[in-house]
């Protein structure tokens, strides 16, 4: 037995419909602890749901009904056939519906069974993950530009896997810039390969995290996965291989013409890079910042941007980059505000045209 739950309408716009949807078998699962669920879905749809004994009452207006009700039968489904999903993921999923009325759950959680990330069942946590996730599928090139947390290496670590479980590629390339090393990587102790490792462990991070480790290791061992910096990259041709360059934005403009110009026949590559943390020396411009001026209108490359809405970390992460966002704009406003009073000031001192005197 359900308990009542009564959903206050206040805000619900156009709320001339109501739709009664009887309990199904595990339906509870949809709700969500603490019913956190139905909240996405009612401030997501502009709906209100209530839990009566025996069935769930929304009211809205009815293409906002029918949006709504389409969740329950599409999560009926999912649960008949046997396909569960994790308690995270289906907060995030709901969240991707209600704000894409062209998404149904059960087409994401379809699109991720197909997808075979390996171990993980991967799904996108918001719309311009989504989107994301699309463009690489679509794209030969893409770029994914955005702050810390935001799932960019991850989840083009996992479509790298999809790619090869599904036999689209032959190899997974991953690279990164070394640039705190530099010329100092011959003091470092150990072969070439330790001596780069810590800056690419991000990249091995997600591999575990998506594959078994021995099947990650004797993948590395055979170069199925090849992870290596940047510099590596000079002079070869990469074809059925999908590769990846993380901390793009570290690159100089060298590196990153030299990356864009590798790509192979039945090759993609993914971008990815926070433009708000350049660690370039001597104030280098980023190579990442001047490939989305110059590319932006090229046929066939991607550009996804993401913000600190999309942080998938904790939290505070997401309060965190804000606050540092904030930070930011309050510099370049009181930077900008004496240039602008200076501007100001030379226009009032400029001297008037005077008329010329009237003729008698």
């Not at 894409?100 to 996108?124: C, I, M, N, Y």
């Not at 003091?187 to 591999?207: C, I, N, S």
């Not at 864009?260 to 433009?275: E, P």
């Amino acid at each position: 037995m359900f308990r009542y739950r009564r959903k206050r309408l206040d805000g619900v716009k156009n709320a001339s419909m109501k739709k009664n949807i009887e309990i199904v078998p595990n339906i509870q699962k949809l709700f969500g602890t603490g019913d956190a669920n139905l909240l996405v879905m009612e401030q997501g749809l502009s709906v209100g749901i209530d839990l009566k004994t025996d069935s769930v009452l929304i009211e809205g207006a009815p293409r906002d009904v029918a949006r709504a009700e389409q969740i329950f039968t599409d999560f009926d489904y999912l649960n008949r056939i046997g396909q569960e999903i994790q308690t995270a993921d289906l907060s995030s999923m709901l969240k991707v519906v209600a704000e894409d009325d062209s998404v149904t759950l059960r087409g994401l959680a379809e699109a991720g069974k197909q997808r075979q990330f390996g171990k993980r069942q991967v799904q996108p946590k918001s719309m311009n993950q989504r989107r994301y996730i699309d463009a690489i599928e679509k794209y030969d090139m893409v770029f994914g530009i955005g702050p810390a947390g935001t799932g960019k290496t991850y989840l083009a670590v996992a479509m790298a896997i999809s790619a090869l479980n599904n036999k689209k590629c032959s190899r997974i390339i991953l690279a990164r810039p070394a640039v705190e090393a530099g010329e100092r990587l011959g003091f470092l102790p150990g072969t070439l390969q330790e001596k780069v490792d810590p800056y690419l462990r991000p990249l091995y991070d997600a591999l575990y995290d998506l594959m078994d480790q021995e099947k990650v290791d004797r993948f590395l061992e055979k170069n199925v996965i090849e992870i290596a910096p940047i510099a590596f990259m000079r002079g070869r041709t990469l074809n059925d291989s999908f590769i990846i360059l993380d901390e793009a934005q570290n690159t100089t403009s060298e590196q990153m013409k030299m990356f864009v110009t590798r790509l192979g026949f039945n090759s993609k590559a993914v971008i990815t890079g926070d433009v708000t943390q350049i660690d370039l020396p001597n104030a280098r411009r980023s190579g990442l910042v001047e490939a989305a001026d110059i590319l932006k209108n090229v046929e066939g490359v991607s550009f996804n941007y993401f913000s600190e809405e999309d942080v998938v970390r904790h939290h505070l992460v997401q309060r965190i980059i804000r606050a540092y966002d904030e930070k930011t704009r309050s510099q370049q406003m009181a930077l900008e505000l004496p240039r602008a009073v200076a501007d100001q000031q030379v226009h009032e001192n400029d001297p008037q045209p005077q008329e010329p005197p009237l003729q008698q």
